[in-house]
């Protein structure tokens, strides 16, 4: 029961944080980072989180419905633009792509150095 509790505290108080920052990151997001700091800072016990963590991980595909709902009412809008949607994930992609491989190289050289 202490898990639930330290996950929707640390979820609240990155909404919170969010909404001082006027939502210029998720407040999910920053529920996470707030959650790792006190994490690696002991102030929570990785094991008061298990069995919740688990159990979300468990049933995680009942977390993507509504998505796939909201994808479905809105597949007019989608097919509307279905071209500029898929420019934009292949040139998305392409720039991940291109990132990781020269920080990896940059990475690569100053570990051999």
Same mark, same amino acid.
């Given at each position: #029961?202490?898990?639930? *509790? $330290?996950?929707?505290?640390? $979820? ?8 001082l #920052?006027?939502?210029?990151v998720? +407040?999910?997001v920053?529920? #996470?980072?707030l959650? *790792?700091?006190a994490?690696l800072?002991? !102030?929570?016990?990785p ?18 419905v509504? =998505?796939?709902?909201?994808?479905m009412?809105? $597949?007019?809008?989608?097919? +509307?633009?279905? +071209?500029?949607?898929? !420019? ?6 392409l720039v991940?792509? =291109? =990132? =990781?491989?020269? #920080? ?10």
């Open positions: #029961m202490l898990g639930i *509790f $330290y996950l929707l505290l640390f $979820y609240l108080l990155g909404n919170l944080l969010s909404a #920052m006027n939502g210029f998720p +407040g999910s920053l529920g #996470m980072l959650l *790792f700091a994490l800072a002991g !102030v929570v016990n094991a008061h989180l298990r069995k919740p963590a688990r159990f979300l991980l468990d049933n995680m595909m009942l977390f993507f509504p =998505v796939a709902v909201g994808l009412a809105a $597949y007019d809008l989608i097919r +509307g633009h279905l +071209g500029a949607i898929i !420019v934009s994930l292949l040139l998305s992609t991940v792509l =291109v =990132v =990781v491989g020269i #920080m990896q190289q940059k990475l690569g050289r100053r570990r051999h150095d």
